[in-house]
């Protein structure tokens, strides 16, 4: 399969390095690691054993690369808006596209400029974080949730996944795939929000009883806001502390955004807390906690200048 | 009037002098700045007109000082264990005891151990920062609003007032002391927790749509609250948009939780906030908000040594 990874940060790297290991024709667009990927290849320190690739394909302009069977875009949220001139060249008859991005949206804003049926969505629980240029660092997990958005045929579904599986990744197609992007939220949002915004690491959150009560009330917001959006499934009542308890294993560990605000980036707030805040509202429920911490992120991310728009 | 200062942070220093200075017999429990005090007195620079007291009488310990006719407290609220041991050798049986500490419950916890027929009240609204010891800077504002907390005749709340008018104070009596309190928590809750939680001045905050509008459903969740509690004049509706629209003429102003943050000091989140959200509790009315900036609070609060008891 030919392959374009878009937004080639820590997630974009990591995924496309997999692919292109497991015998995929990959190519990445690249800004930052250009030079570095074109001179030495990618290094890819993982749980699961490094590994180097000494010839990788990087391209600086999309029309370099030109059309593919499958766009893996991996680009921050905040910089959606560069869809157009990012992707479109990458897009012929047969193109398919698979959003890894975090949040809500991302689909539609795909399926609005490239038509719903060539729309994939991938939830990832992937911990990994760029090193020096050419090098990605896999700390932890993942696992990728993967659906159609909406009319996307079930065997090109399961032709991508089974080239994540041919990679070593657990990649599990779902049928509801709104359904695991809102199950992700369930983590994401008090998660990403409250560590990006105290500066604080999982660990002191989940070991501190008002914080640990904190994070169960925004659980228990976003809940209630998922199972009125039509899920195949509610999310079940006892998630929060299941999530609550998986989180305890997780050790000193720090969200994507928690990074994003240490390194100066912006921070996703649109994806990752106003659309579901949207989703809510439009059904009537009320998340004042997690409009707040939006609020108060908002605030922080003034300060942030947003100049490195890759996913990770 | 013989009155003792406890707590002798900016606000009890500040105060202080200025009833010293209207000629009142004040003596001052002192820690940091005794030997700065002892040694060259007390110098005050205000927004009134800098001046200089040279002969203060500066003392330890509560037995050096004894019973009094006036304490005035000003300690930090989380101190209030201390109550017993700082104030106890400085009541007679004349003696009366004026709060003017932050947020609520400092009357009853005093009226508890001293009885309530000589508890008085001071919502104080003043800026005032320590400087080196000896010296203390007021930097705006000062009123007092001033009411017995229970069986204190009105003659001596009277009295009292009576000294700090001398002082050039413009000290208020009030017939309903709670009600001055709910409406300087209205103020408090959000900008002290805002601009603790987020370092960030009182602009800051009013010129950011998102923030300004965070301020305003705090304060709606507070007057909500505070309209429970039998006040005897309820708070009027648009009270909320009169302190935002009050905000916006203090310019670059640092609320006092955000300095004791800064300079490492515990925050006074029991008396501004928890007392206030079980308060509200207790009358059924849910305050999400105040209730998250709480846990918010308590969590960066951790990080505090809490060495420093004066109030400011």
């Known amino acids: 399969m030919r392959i374009a990874v878009v937004g080639a940060g820590a997630l974009g790297l990591y995924y496309g390095a997999v692919l292109q290991r497991a015998g995929e024709d990959v190519q990445f667009l690249l800004r930052r690691d250009y030079d570095a990927v074109m001179e030495t290849g990618l290094t890819v320190h993982s749980i699961n054993g490094d590994f180097h ?9 999309p029309e370099e ?4 069977d499958l ?3 991996g680009l921050k949220t905040f910089a959606n808006d560069r869809f157009p001139g990012l992707i479109a060249p990458l897009v012929g008859e047969e193109t398919h596209i698979l959003t890894l991005q975090n949040g809500l949206g991302n689909e539609e804003a795909l399926a609005g400029l490239f038509g ?6 991938g939830v990832a629980f992937l911990c990994a974080n760029r090193g020096e240029p050419g090098t990605v660092y896999h700390l932890g997990a993942g ?6 958005f909406a009319g996307a045929s079930s065997d090109r579904v399961a032709d991508v996944a089974a080239a994540f599986t041919r990679g070593g990744i657990d990649c599990r197609v779902v049928a509801d795939l709104r359904a695991a992007r809102w199950r992700k939220l369930v983590w994401n949002i008090p998660y990403n929000g409250l560590c990006a915004l105290l500066d604080q690491t999982v660990d002191r959150l989940q070991s501190f009883p008002p914080s640990r009560e904190l994070v169960r009330l925004i659980m228990g917001e976003v809940i209630a806001a998922a199972n009125t959006q039509g899920l195949n499934t509610p999310i079940e009542a006892d998630f929060a502390e299941q999530m609550l308890v998986f989180t305890d294993d997780m050790g000193v560990y720090r969200p994507s955004m928690q990074i994003d605000r240490r ?4 921070l996703e707030i649109d994806a990752i ?3 579901p805040l949207s989703a809510g509202s439009a059904q009537g429920v009320n998340m004042p906690r997690v409009d707040m911490l939006r609020a108060l992120l908002a605030i922080v991310d003034q300060d942030t200048t947003g100049v490195d728009v890759t996913a990770d």
């Open 53 to 61: 690739l000494a010839n990788v394909r990087g391209a600086r302009r």
């Open 65 to 68: 690369i030109g059309p593919v």
């Open 71 to 73: 766009v893996i875009v």
């Open 116 to 121: 719903p049926d060539r729309i994939l969505g």
């Open 143 to 148: 696992r990728i949730e993967l659906g159609a």
């Open 263 to 266: 390194e100066g980036r912006r």
């Open 273 to 275: 807390f106003s659309r």
